[in-house]
C-alpha cells in the first residue's frame, strides 16, 4: 500500500536548517516504529492524518514531518491553476565556463555577407536566490537586466536574445501605463 502513496517520491518546500531559505526535500516514506507499524493513522482529509513521513534533505540528513506540514507544504507553493511557481529574489553571481562562445565566434556569415548571432547559452551559469510565493517572475527579463547593468550583455549568449526581451518588456510597459491613465472625470 505504501507504493499507492501519493505523497511519496514528492518534492516538497519545506524550511532549511537555517530557517531562512526554503529547500526542496524529498519524501522517501512513512516512519514505522520499533515493531514496523506505521507511526500516526490514516484519514482521507490531510488534515486529520496523522501519519509521520521521512524527508530527505538536500544536504542528506532526514526530517520527520506529518501529512498534515506535507500538505500544507504542496498546497503553498503552486497557484489556483496547480501550477508550481517561485519569485526571483535577486541574481547573485554569473560564470563563463570554458566551453562558452567568445564574442569572435559570436557570429556566423551567410552568402550575402549578412552576420547572424549564434543562438545558445552554452557555458554560461547564472546563480540565483529564489523566494517562494503565489506569483511568477519571467526569468529571461531579469536575466536581460542583469546581463546589461554586469556589462556582459555584448556576449553571444546574451546578444541574440536579450534586445528582443527588453523591447517586448518595454512595449508591455508603455501598455500598461497608457491604459492606467485617467482623463478627466466627469464625476
Not at 34 to 56: C, Q, R
Not at 97 to 110: I, L, M, R, W
Not at 128 to 144: G, K
Request: aromatic share 10%.
Amino acid at each position: 500500500m505504501e507504493a499507492l502513496d501519493k505523497y511519496i517520491r514528492v518534492k516538497v518546500l519545506v524550511p532549511g536548517e537555517d530557517g531562512e531559505y526554503m529547500v526542496f526535500a524529498k519524501v522517501q516514506g512513512k516512519k514505522r516504529d520499533k515493531e514496523g507499524n506505521l507511526v500516526g493513522s490514516y484519514n482521507a482529509n490531510p488534515m486529520l492524518n496523522s501519519h509521520v513521513y521521512k524527508l530527505k534533505m538536500p544536504d542528506g540528513h532526514v526530517a520527520e514531518y506529518t501529512t498534515n506540514q506535507i500538505a500544507e507544504s504542496l498546497y503553498s507553493q503552486v497557484d489556483e491553476d496547480g501550477y508550481e511557481t517561485g519569485i526571483l529574489d535577486e541574481i547573485t553571481d554569473h560564470r563563463r565556463g570554458e566551453e562558452a562562445v567568445s564574442c569572435d565566434d559570436g557570429f556566423t556569415k551567410t552568402i550575402q555577407g549578412v552576420q547572424w548571432p549564434v543562438i545558445t547559452t552554452k557555458g554560461w551559469d547564472i546563480q540565483v536566490r529564489c523566494h517562494w510565493s503565489m506569483r511568477a517572475t519571467p526569468l529571461s527579463i531579469e536575466c536581460a537586466e542583469y546581463a546589461i547593468s554586469q556589462g556582459i550583455g555584448h556576449e553571444p549568449a546574451f546578444n541574440w536574445w536579450k534586445h528582443k526581451v527588453m523591447k517586448k518588456h518595454d512595449h508591455t510597459i508603455a501598455k500598461v501605463v497608457a491604459r492606467c491613465r485617467k482623463k478627466a472625470m466627469k464625476f
